[in-house]
């Protein structure tokens, strides 16, 4: 019976897909929607306990996939800004709505500020589900921005839950030892394990499939090892997604691959268990007060916090409505109220069906509307769509981009496209000229300062030991000198040259060696 139903639930969700894409609404709305209605078939499913193994699980691997997906060379212009809210937005948009829940409702202080933590984060599977389905590319690296945000902030709402829960089970904490360890010790193990298993990858050598189950069992391993040690098991998974997400290693596609069905899966699960440990009735119960507190999140509680940490950056006018619009509840803040509810925090109300409603109405308004409030205020970018697929394409595939710059002195300039032969099996992918992209016809003509980006097959160094890295310094022999001009080995070529933090210098012979530049030399086997 239990396969029956599982497989019946997989093949309602794809139906719902469909259904999500031509009414336009999120489809994790309609998957919390299918796992309620089968409350009205009979089904009576209250155990928290289950429910919060699983919801925890599937969220991790979410959070996970979400820093594994995560590039860091896109997200790292708006880092400063997305990290701000990451943490200070969500405590002040916790803290400011557990204050309004407290003076409004009967709710006791402690129990209002459990209240405004758990529903404080922005749910990246929200976010992320409505900017993929509805194609929304924002300018201003607005959908980088909103998916670092709301791909890091779970832990900052999961540590406030942790502190409110403590307190209000009467136990003496010491607040800002408990802050340090839960960011402190997620922050320090994720990095220091991401470091661990990248190089435990290269050791083992494994078949492409293996590295799956190895990244599986490190990402679990990350988490709960994070979690008996007193620190944040979210944050330091998140953390450990990202820094492996961003090195190269053999089998990476196949990881993307299976991780991009396993998430989906996890999501669909994850939303549909949520709605059928919920009581219909209790819903529509609580249905009203779940506005209230939406609506006040929606546009008091969130826009303060958007608006007043955002100043100092000096955002575009149009990015903050769409930001601050963009402060989507969902999954995460389920799992946490569920794990509330399985502990043995004492409350009067019924939190898991108010945050139920919270989740369910933001999925509704905020994710419904998020689409057209970023059209009206003319933040979508159609233009530049592509570019997430070109990352997502090299992580998917053999594909690799190049690019260059057509300076003032190159034979390029005003030449048309459809007049440039390339010599190897190239072909020029896209021009970036101001800015703006611009699909490469044969009638485009090139211009000074245009960027084309070419794409070919890539190529990954399995050994990846013919390479020799070295820091020139002061006293180098070849420091200031043309590369024409070094005297190398015969089977020597310098290949790359670095230069302070993020200039990469492809050398030709006029080239000059300056002090402090990164250079990187390959040698042929047979002259080792």
């Keep these: 019976m239990y396969i029956l ?126 900017l993929v389905s509805r194609r929304l590319k924002l300018r201003y690296n607005t959908d980088s921005m909103l998916e670092l945000e709301s791909g890091s902030n779970d832990p900052t709402a999961y540590t406030m839950v942790v502190l409110f829960s403590t307190l209000l089970q009467g136990k003496n904490v010491n607040v800002p030892v408990l802050i340090i360890l839960q960011v402190g010790l997620g922050l320090l193990v994720g990095f220091a394990l991401g470091w661990v298993f990248i190089r435990i990858l290269d050791y083992l050598n494994t078949r492409e499939d293996m590295e799956v189950i190895l990244l599986a069992a490190a990402a679990l391993f990350t988490y709960e090892f994070t979690n008996q040690i007193g620190g944040n098991g979210y944050l330091a998974v998140y953390i450990f997604g990202i820094y492996i997400g961003n090195k190269e290693f053999v089998g990476k596609r196949e990881v993307v691959f299976f991780f991009d069905n396993f998430t989906n ?76 509810v399985n502990s043995d925090t004492p409350f009067l109300n019924d939190l898991y069906h108010i945050v139920f409603d919270i989740c369910l109405l933001s999925s509704l308004i905020q994710g419904g509307y998020l689409p057209t409030l970023s059209k009206k205020m003319d933040m979508v970018d159609p233009e530049d769509a592509s570019l997430r697929n070109f990352n997502s394409l090299q992580d998917k595939s053999d594909v690799g981009f190049l690019a260059t710059k057509i300076e003032a002195d190159s034979d390029l300039v005003n030449t048309y496209i459809r007049d440039i032969t390339l010599a190897f099996d190239f072909i020029i992918a896209k021009v970036l000229r101001h800015g703006e992209t611009i699909v490469p016809n044969g009638d485009v003509q090139l211009k000074v300062g245009d960027v084309i980006v070419l794409a070919g097959r890539s190529y990954f160094d399995v050994v990846g030991t013919d390479l020799l890295e070295f820091r020139i310094n002061s006293h180098h022999n070849w420091v200031n000198k043309q590369i024409k001009n070094i005297r190398l080995e015969r089977d020597s070529l310098i290949v790359l040259v670095l230069r302070g933090d993020n200039e990469l210098i492809v050398p030709n012979g006029d080239t000059t060696i300056l002090d402090q ?12």
């Design 265 to 340: 899966l996890a999501q669909i699960g994850l939303f549909f268990l949520l709605g059928l440990l919920s009581d219909p009735s209790s819903i529509i119960a609580m249905l009203p007060i779940a506005l209230v507190i939406m609506l006040f999140m929606t546009f008091i509680a969130r826009p303060a916090s958007v608006y007043g940490l955002m100043a100092p950056f000096k955002l575009n006018k149009n990015q903050l409505p769409v930001i601050a619009f963009a402060g989507l509840r969902g999954a995460a803040a389920i799992a946490f109220a569920i794990s509330v």
């Design 517 to 528: 530049d990164t250079v990187l030399v390959l040698e042929a086997s047979n002259a080792k």
């Design 5 to 130: 139903t599982i497989s019946l639930v997989l093949i309602l969700a794809l139906i719902a897909m469909r259904i999500s894409s031509d009414l336009k609404i999120p489809q994790l709305l309609l998957f919390m929607l299918l796992g309620v209605s089968f409350n009205f078939f009979g089904a009576d499913f209250t155990n928290y306990n289950f429910s919060n193994q699983v919801s925890s699980i599937a969220l991790m691997f979410i959070i996970f996939y979400g820093g594994f997906g995560t590039k860091w060379k896109m997200s790292k212009p708006v880092a400063k800004e997305a990290i701000t809210l990451s943490f200070l937005g969500t405590v002040l948009t916790a803290l400011i709505t557990g204050l309004f829940v407290y003076l409004v409702f009967d709710f006791s202080l402690l129990e209002a500020m459990l209240l405004g933590s758990i529903v404080g984060s922005t749910d990246y599977a929200s976010v992320s589900d409505v």
